[in-house]
Structures are given as structure tokens and as C-alpha cells.
């Protein structure tokens, strides 16, 4: 069965501090997201990678950053954490090809900001 | 991006089929139609995607009609477990982004 998980399901942090949400998928897929969801906007798409120490920047990149150092993890790094950060993060990973391919998400990390 | 309209909600009764409609006017030849939906509690999870053909797997069907302008998602037998938030996607070929709209609301009445 295809996994991918998420190191915390919740996850409470001060403003200002630094916060690593990690993202781990089995199933040796290239591509690699990460999404936020907030009541009203829906899923947006803050970064993804289509290869190791490869990044792109999404929809709304601002306050965050990523990183990729091996295939199956993928990280999402908010340096300084404010309040507006306050969300449900969802990674999610898919293959590559020249057909459509569907992706595959993790549960979730819902991120409290204080 | 070509953009989705889908009716905020719908409501169905177990046991019986659904259908989710959805209008895509603006599709163009190389844009898939993929179906996702979001349980309660959960990241959202693949359901279906065509491009032409009706398609048909295990958890669903997906009716294109003729000229691709619409797509109906059809569940053939709900069950309390369909219920959840179920989103049409426009996806050009060989592209990864997904952009997820509001979706449409499925409840199912026991």
C-alpha cells in the first residue's frame, strides 16, 4: 500500500520560532508538494520538487522554504513562524511521465501558531 | 490554469447513486480531468481522471461528455463512507500543479 507520512498530525509553536514539518513517501515517486488548507480558500500550493535538491515555487511560497536532500523526504521549513502561518499542511508525492499521474497525500499536520 | 465550477453541495441517500457534475467551458486538448475527494480528517485522495473516454475503476465511474465542456463524477452506490468534499481538477499533460476549488460537499443520509 503507498504511504505518505507526516512527522506530526499537530503540532503547536511559538511566533518567531523556527518549524520543520517532514514529509516521507515510499514509493520512490520524483515529485514531491506541499500544501496548506485554510476554511474558505481551500488547498494552496506553497512549494514542490521534481528531484532531489530541486524546488519550485508555488502559489504562495512567502514565509516558507524547502528542502530536498533525498528522493523519499521532503521538508517544509517556516523560519520564523507568525501567527497567519496558522494552518493544515498536507505533503503530498506523485510519478513522473508524460501521461497524468494522480498524487498521493499525507494525513496532515495541523500547525497552531501562538 | 482552466477553471472548474461545481455545485457547493449535494445530498444523496445511502445506497443509491450520485452523481457530481462539474463544468470546465475553458478545457483545452491536453488538459485531464481528474476527480479527487477529501474525507473528514484527511488529506485528499485520488479518485478517478480522463481525458476522452468514460473511465470506470473501483471506486467510481467518470462520464466527459462529447465536446469535454463537463464531466460527471458517478458513484454507483454510496455508502456513508462517500461522504466527504469532492473536487474536479484540470490537469495539462505531463503537469504535476493541482488546483483545488471549493469542491462540492457530498452528504449521505442513512
Known amino acids: 500500500d503507498v504511504k505518505v507520512t507526516q512527522s506530526s498530525r499537530y503540532l503547536v509553536k511559538r511566533t518567531g520560532e523556527k518549524v520543520f514539518l517532514e514529509c516521507v513517501q515510499d514509493m520512490d515517486h520524483e515529485n514531491m508538494f506541499w500544501y496548506r488548507q485554510d476554511p474558505g480558500l481551500g488547498l494552496r500550493l506553497i512549494y514542490f520538487?521534481?528531484?532531489?535538491?530541486?524546488?519550485e515555487k508555488g502559489d504562495i511560497p512567502e514565509g516558507y522554504s524547502v528542502s530536498r536532500e533525498k528522493k523519499e523526504r521532503f521538508s517544509l521549513i517556516l523560519e520564523s513562524a507568525s501567527t497567519n502561518q496558522t494552518s493544515m499542511y498536507l505533503c503530498a508525492s506523485s510519478s513522473s511521465g508524460s501521461g497524468s499521474y494522480e498524487q498521493y497525500f499525507g494525513p496532515g499536520t495541523r500547525l497552531t501558531v501562538t | 490554469d482552466a477553471k472548474t465550477t461545481q455545485p457547493n453541495s449535494m445530498e444523496s441517500n445511502e445506497e443509491e447513486p450520485v452523481h457530481l457534475p462539474c463544468n470546465h467551458s475553458t478545457i483545452s486538448g491536453t488538459d485531464y480531468i481528474h476527480w479527487y475527494r477529501q474525507l473528514p480528517s484527511q488529506g485528499p485522495e485520488y479518485v478517478i481522471h480522463?481525458?476522452?473516454s468514460n473511465v470506470n475503476n473501483r471506486m467510481a465511474s467518470l462520464a466527459i461528455a462529447e465536446d469535454r465542456k463537463s464531466s460527471t463524477l458517478i458513484l454507483h452506490r454510496a455508502t456513508l463512507r462517500d461522504a466527504a468534499v469532492y473536487y474536479c481538477i484540470l490537469l495539462i499533460q505531463g503537469a504535476q500543479k493541482l488546483v483545488f476549488g471549493q469542491g462540492t460537499r457530498l452528504t449521505i443520509n442513512p
Open positions: 480522463g481525458l476522452t
Open positions: 520538487s521534481y528531484d532531489v535538491k530541486m524546488k
